[in-house]
């Protein structure tokens, strides 16, 4: 059923009843072309893609839990693509492309809001290192505008722009065509538009092993029983060291809690994205008027999918040395995901040391905007085994060679 | 640019510990030397009669395992660190480097500004946490009183600190 | 609604003036603003989220879901609190939220017109065409509920450890006997009450007797209580939050609490469930227990006919204290096959139409679906939850931790005899959360849809999601959700818990360190000294150091062009306290250094120094200095500004975790050496001048030596940073400003950071983090001649042997002359022909105007640089084009012979 403002009515008119499933709870087969672990907003995109793009239909995503469960549920949905390098800037750029159709692609609104994306400077050298960032993004092809003091105020009115700030805000850029996206939505878009292509969706079936040997994988063990695999995509953040150690190899990921939380909601008080690379925290106003606050990980390796509170206290004080007005709103909801990180920050995304594996992980903290073009560029290279051009830099084998994609300044958020 | 001309700024000398909402003095006339042994210190430690981590002597505080700070009167310092070099062990000034001040009746206080139990302030009892952000050092002393060695650097910083903290 | 003549815990004789939405009250102390508006007869308080519907007071307490208030204006606004949870005092000033004008009359409430489209997910499946943009900025103005305060905070707050053998959550019967049973064991024990008395349901059922518990705890010496202090958190290490509401006039306005305890009891009672009909969140529907609160506690009767809705035995004691408070009241259990179906009355009830057909007139309308244990902090601290079907509730099932559940939260909950019915049949709009204006509507769908698994209901729905966190409304919408999907609620499952149980004011969380207290920040020595030469300051690295000193008239970019040109003709004065200095001593000195830095420490001699490139494991440069052999077992290492802390515990890490068979000490010694650097032509004289016992006639460029210099004891090293002979004085920092000042009497001009960017660009001196970034390896900055006559391993060697060090197209660091223009940094390097976009073939590092050169110079990392000397190259920096041409990095003195002046 095509979802729109006139279906909509209709259903109203019915009263609501019997709408349709939008996504199948089907048995898993007992074998796949293609078996996708993980069922976030990437192992979602793979299997959209794999079908629409690729016509690969025989496909089953694996979930552990429930769909977009993980960091897909979790993130603080920001979407950007201000990188510094050329591959980076050319994969996020393509991801952002993907999300400003996406709504309409998947017939499923992800609320894709292009308000714009703010990085603070606080002293000459911040600016002297935006200038050169902004100015790479435009040589890479992407959208970035060095916004002056004046437009700063008129844009984000709620920072301290007083002279005894702790840290003074002496301009700061913008990335226009960043913003926010609503994340389930994201993963449950994917998900259904992938249904609907005949993809199975299989929630509740943890993968707890893979029978493979020098030849390669050829099935994957879950909770609810061996299916046989043709192709094995990992999408499986959070976990993809777990799952790389049931098939023989180590990556070079370290996971980390990462915390994000929300105000009650208020009247719109802040219109953009903005980041200040002095406190390292970063924060938006969703579309309910609550403020999504995110901020440096908890400095310790855990799955935990929760973090302690000396990180909240570092965040929200961070946030409130930019903003000294937001401190009497209240902090309504926290929780935690678990972000793989890279000491170059940049993912590792390509075939894995095992045959007809291929890894899509190492995000850190910026997974959620790479969605669309983690799942194209995987799809891709499932598909063809070979990686895609946007992705053919991120591969496993870049640490042996050095060459590191260092966007440790790009992904603004302290690693 | 940004203006730094409305910023408070001043180095530890120009402080004036009066007044501030936890009474803080500044102690003067000492000489501070931080001490620690390349490779084994229980030798060496042991011949200087330095204490235990965790704990102090009139002289001495013991602010990590194999890491001391040895405060002496001006006459008998650089004597004090002799010995040490003759124990074996490297001894560097660090007499502007640091600032003591003594906090009067500030046991329960610290212990509730630091999360340390009472204990850790008992005379005798050395402790080496994180206050307003940075690293400390605390020593109890008699009376409830306790002294606190930090950064002279950060001496505006924890001034600051000490009005608002509680 | 009235105050009755006599009963509840408020002191009748005085009285509490308050404002709200403008008319003026009048209640008692021990009234909440919930009590004292029904006491005046006011039950519509504002509307809800996207309904826009009349709302009322619902409950007593925390579980308050529709009366949201908006305390105070300006910068000391708070919004969103619960009326129930707002004690009164005088003076208080409230506004609803969410409606304009007014509750009465809300403009917005032409939503309940587009009601039947509005329905849990809507948004999901509209607003596409023809973007999502057009549709956003009507949502978000409609969105929100209160208003953000303008300004900053006028209050401040506060962070306070505390352990405690025992910690009890909750001072009502179960906690007081918990928190007095524990302190009789002995051990210190801590009680914990959110509200502003101890009593907890003994506070509304006076037949409980709780005094003596309390007088008893108080007496005793190792118990302390703290009251209006709400425990929000639960953490690893049975570890607790909570945040205290503090009276002293001029302190904090609030307290983060910070608690290890040994064991902790949680005696957080139970909430009461609403029941799922049509109409259920008018104003004058309330949860049934909440009315004998307002009677009993506050001496409220809300309604004087009654119809009261239950299908457990709890509302028995509901209906016997109502009827006795003067009021008519009609019972409707489900039990024996009577629902209430329909909460009739816009503004507020005014009847109830029942299952078999019949309208009951009444003025307030009491349901009870339940009870729900408060099993939040439980959960929190790792617990398992398992669903009880006797209690029709989730109890605590095994803990992680050291805890206990005591009372209503472990389940103790009586003979409730309870038959759920999750929803009442018939039609219109049952609410199962109210805060979210979610009904049981909208689970249907979303169990028509898939999104059966209890977070999917969450998130797809929002149930539990708004200000009251689902108290009321979790274990109705999972239960449902069962029902419509064959499951039972245990196998629904409950969403995660996750702190904060109730919001936590950010102030709180953040405590002190805000503001200017963020981030310590470090001052000079001399700080006060370089004011009064009239400094002016920027933060660089935590350090507020002098840019530049200019004169009047004159502005910092003048002056420092004048103060560079100074140090090329005259003596100068530059303040380099904050560079990093480490002693790093033992027999193994010397080997250790070796490792760390390319560079060799063991050949050195004493009173020589080397440069030291200290690389990364990848063989990137992470930072710079000078090392110094003092002795054979003695080295002072220099250190960028910026990195002294963590070299040192860099240094540290690998002494501690890898090399641990080596005999260092790391000695950190920054802060004791105020440094003066001396440099220029006329720097050698000026020393003299000054008073040096150093013979200045032996001491190159390099060495190192100590002495007196104007009759302090001083360390001098012959380093620089400006070209220029250069001499840097270290002195302890009590005597900088001494020094500082004797050198300003011999006619020293003091130069800034900014000369000090001048002057070493001129030089083609690298600045590490502007030169160079987290990709920069050494042979990109010319360093490459050190590493091939270094034979030993250090830090960083086998990554220069991978494939990428190797490449023959990596950006190296070169001159850039542009024809006039300054060039600015961060302006990319084009490829030769190349377009933008296009590809990049570096960029500028530094840019200054050299005063003695009287033209702009730069210096980038551009491709393949060094062996593009003299090619002219497009640069472009945000739609502006300039030329430049690739030079030799050094622009002044390339031979470097002023260095040994």
């Given at each position: 059923m095509r979802y729109s403002l006139l279906s909509l009515a209709r259903k109203a008119a019915q009263g609501h009843r019997d709408w349709p499933q939008a996504w199948r709870s089907p048995e898993p087969k007992p074998h796949y072309d293609v078996v996708i672990v993980g069922g976030g907003g990437h192992g979602l995109a793979t299997a959209y893609y794999l079908a629409k793009n690729h016509g690969v239909t025989n496909v089953a995503v694996l979930e552990k839990g429930w769909i977009g469960g993980g960091n897909t549920g979790r993130n603080t949905t920001v979407v950007r693509s201000n990188y510094l390098f050329p591959e980076s800037a050319a994969f996020y750029d393509h991801s952002v492309k993907l999300y400003e159709g996406l709504s309409k692609e998947l017939n499923y609104n992800i609320m894709f809001s292009q308000r714009g994306m703010i990085t603070l400077a606080h002293t000459r050298h911040d600016l002297e290192a935006q200038r050169r960032w902004a100015n790479a993004m435009r040589m890479n092809g992407v959208d970035s505008d060095l916004l002056s003091l004046e437009e700063m105020r008129e844009q984000v009115p709620a920072l301290d722009y007083s002279p005894s700030a702790r840290f003074p805000v002496i301009g700061g850029f913008i990335q226009r065509r960043g913003g926010t996206a609503r994340h389930d939505a994201v993963a449950w878009g994917y998900a259904r538009a992938a249904d609907a292509l005949g993809v199975d969706i299989i929630q509740n079936c943890e993968v707890t092993g893979f029978d493979y040997d020098a030849d390669g994988v050829q099935a994957v063990r879950t909770s609810r029983g061996t299916i046989g695999a043709g192709r094995v995509g990992l999408t499986a953040s959070g976990h993809s060291t777990v799952l790389a150690d049931r098939l023989g190899f180590r990556l070079p990921i370290t996971s980390y809690a990462l915390q994000a939380f929300v105000s009650e909601p208020v009247k719109p008080v802040l219109d953009k994205v903005v980041l200040s690379p002095a406190t390292g925290v970063y924060l938006s106003q969703s579309d309910k008027g609550e403020l999504v606050i995110g901020g440096g990980l908890d400095l310790y390796a855990s799955y935990a999918q929760r973090g302690n509170l000396p990180t909240v206290e570092t965040v929200v004080a961070g946030m409130l040395t930019m903003f000294p007005s937001f401190s009497r709103m209240r902090m309504l909801r926290q929780w935690a995901g678990i972000v793989d990180v890279v000491h170059d920050s940049t993912p590792v995304f390509g075939p894995a040391p095992v045959k007809r594996v291929y890894l899509n992980c190492g995000w850190g903290t910026g997974g959620f905007k790479a969605i669309p073009a983690g799942g194209w560029c995987m799809a891709h290279m499932i598909a063809k085994d070979e990686p895609h051009p946007l992705t053919a830099a991120f591969g496993l084998d870049r640490f042996a060679k050095g060459a590191l994609i260092d966007e440790a300044a790009a992904s603004g958020i302290a690693h | 640019m940004a203006d730094l001309a409305a910023w408070p700024s001043m180095h530890g000398s120009e402080v004036t510990w009066d007044g501030a909402a936890i009474a803080a003095r500044p102690v003067e006339g000492f000489r501070l030397f931080r001490v620690k042994f390349a490779g084994e210190s229980e030798e060496g430690a042991k011949a200087l009669g330095l204490p235990d981590c965790g704990h102090a002597t009139p002289s001495a505080l013991a602010i990590g395992p194999g890491d001391w700070l040895l405060i002496h009167p001006e006459a008998d310092a650089d004597a004090a660190a002799a010995r040490v070099t003759t124990a074996g062990g490297y001894a560097i000034e660090v007499s502007d480097a640091l600032i003591v001040l003594d906090l009067k009746d500030a046991t329960q206080v610290l212990s509730r500004l630091t999360g340390l139990g009472i204990a850790c302030f008992e005379p005798g009892r050395t402790a080496r946490t994180r206050l307003a952000g940075i690293a400390v050092v605390l020593a109890g002393l008699d009376m409830g009183g306790v002294r606190m060695i930090f950064d002279r650097s950060y001496a505006r910083h924890m001034r600051r600190y000490l009005d608002l903290a509680a | 609604m009235t105050r009755l003549p006599t009963g509840g815990l408020i002191d009748r004789s005085k009285a509490v003036r308050f404002r709200f939405n403008g008319r003026d009250y009048a209640g008692h102390p021990g009234d909440t603003l919930a009590s004292a508006l029904l006491a005046n007869g006011v039950r519509l308080i504002g509307r809800s989220f996207k309904y826009h519907r009349p709302r009322g007071i619902m409950a007593a307490g925390a579980e308050e879901a529709n009366a949201l208030v908006q305390l105070g204006s300006g910068s000391s606004a708070e919004p969103n609190l619960k009326a129930t949870q707002v004690p009164l005092r005088d003076g208080l000033e409230a506004t609803s939220v969410n409606c304009w004008p007014g509750p009465r009359f809300d403009l917005r409430g032409i939503n309940q017109l587009a009601s039947p489209l509005l329905i849990a997910g809507f948004y999901y499946k509209t607003f596409m065409w023809p973007s999502w943009h057009l549709f956003e900025g009507p949502i978000r103005r409609a969105a929100g509920l209160g208003l953000a305060p303008e300004g900053p905070d006028p209050d401040r707050y506060v962070h306070a450890h505390a352990r405690h053998d025992v910690i009890v959550v909750g001072g009502g019967p179960a906690g007081l006997a918990a928190a007095h049973d524990a302190a009789l064991a002995g051990g210190s024990v801590l009680l914990v009450e959110s509200d502003f008395e101890l009593g907890g349901s003994a506070l509304w059922r006076p037949e409980v007797e709780v005094a003596p518990a309390i007088a008893a705890l108080r007496a005793m010496a190792n118990v302390t209580i703290l009251t209006r202090t709400e425990v929000f958190g639960y953490y690893d290490h049975n570890s607790l939050a909570a945040v205290e509401t503090v009276m002293a006039g001029d302190g904090p306005r609030q307290r983060l609490w910070k608690l290890r305890a040994g064991k902790v009891i949680i005696a957080t009672g139970a909430i009461e469930r609403p029941l799922v009909f049509a109409g259920n969140d008018r104003p004058g529907v309330m949860l049934a227990s909440a009315a004998q609160a307002y009677v009993q506690r506050y001496g409220v009767l809300p309604g004087h006919r009654i119809v009261i809705a239950t299908n457990n035995d709890s509302t028995k004691e509901v209906a016997s204290v109502l009827t006795a408070a003067g009021a008519s009241v009609d019972v409707v259990d489900s039990r024996r096959g009577l629902s209430v179906t329909h909460a009739k009355g816009a503004l507020g009830v005014k009847a109830a139409r029942l299952s078999d057909g019949r309208t009951l007139p009444c003025d307030l309308l009491l349901m009870s679906g339940g009870w729900s244990p408060v099993v939040h902090l439980f959960s929190q601290s790792g617990g398992s939850l398992r669903y009880d079907d006797t209690i029709a509730a989730f109890v605590p099932a095994v803990a992680r931790q050291p805890v206990e559940c005591v009372g209503g939260a472990a389940g103790d909950l009586g003979d409730l005899n309870i038959e759920p019915e999750w929803e009442t049949p018939g039609s219109g709009k049952k609410f199962v959360d109210f805060a979210n204006d979610v009904t049981a509507r909208d689970i249907a769908i979303a169990a028509s849809e898939n999104y059966r698994s209890v977070e999917h209901l969450k998130r797809y729905t929002t149930l539990g999601m708004g200000s009251d966190q689902g108290k009321t409304s979790n274990v109705n919408g999972l239960a449902l959700m069962g029902e419509l999907t064959g499951r039972a609620p245990g196998n629904v499952g409950t969403t995660k818990f996750r702190p904060p149980y109730n919001p936590v004011t950010f102030g709180a969380l953040a405590g002190p360190l805000v503001g200017t207290l963020h981030t310590p920040i470090k001052c000079l020595p001399a700080h006060a000294w370089h004011a009064e030469q009239g400094a002016v300051f920027e933060e660089h690295g935590r350090w507020i150091r002098p840019t530049a000193y200019p004169r009047s008239g004159e502005s910092w970019e003048a002056a420092a062009q004048r103060e560079a040109l100074e140090a090329r003709t005259s003596a100068v004065l530059f303040d380099g306290s904050p560079l990093g200095k480490i002693e790093v001593c033992g027999p193994d000195a010397a080997v250790f250094l070796d490792r760390i830095y390319v560079g060799t420490a063991s050949t050195l001699k004493p009173g020589r120094s080397r440069y030291g490139l200290m690389l990364s494991e990848h063989g990137v440069i992470v930072d710079d200095g000078i090392f110094v052999r003092l002795a054979e077992d003695r080295f002072l290492v220099h250190t960028t500004s910026g990195g002294a802390d963590r070299i040192a515990l860099a240094m540290e890490e690998w002494l501690q975790c890898e090399w641990t068979d080596l005999r260092v000490a790391i000695l950190p010694a920054t802060s004791q050496w105020a440094v003066m650097t001396v440099s220029g032509p006329g720097a050698r004289q000026m020393i003299a001048d000054v008073g040096t016992d150093i013979d200045l006639a032996d001491f190159p460029h390099m060495a190192f030596r100590e002495g007196t210099v104007a009759g302090f004891a001083a360390r001098v090293l012959r380093a620089s940073f400006t070209g220029e002979a250069s001499y840097e004085i270290s002195v302890a920092a009590r005597h900088a400003t001494a020094l500082a000042q004797r050198f300003g009497r011999a006619g020293a001009v003091p130069i800034g950071v900014e000369a000090l960017n001048i002057l070493r660009t001129e030089k083609g001196y690298l600045h590490i983090g502007v030169d160079t970034d987290?990709?920069?390896?050494p042979d990109d900055v010319g360093m490459a001649g050190p590493i091939a006559k270094k034979a030993s391993d250090f830090v960083g060697r086998r990554s220069l042997l991978r494939d990428d060090a190797a490449r023959e197209d990596r950006l190296q660091l070169v001159g850039l002359l542009s024809d006039g223009p300054m060039l600015t940094v961060g302006s990319q390097v084009l490829a030769p022909?190349?377009?933008?976009p296009g590809p990049s073939d570096g960029h500028v590092t530094s840019a200054v105007f050299s005063p003695t050169l009287g033209r702009p110079i730069a210096m980038g990392l551009v491709r393949r640089g060094r062996s593009r000397k003299g090619e002219v190259v497009e640069l472009y920096d945000m739609g502006t084009r300039l030329k430049a041409t690739i030079v030799d990095p050094v622009f002044v003195d390339k031979a470097g012979e002023k260095l040994n002046g």
């Open positions: - | - | 987290g990709t920069t390896l022909g190349g377009t933008v």
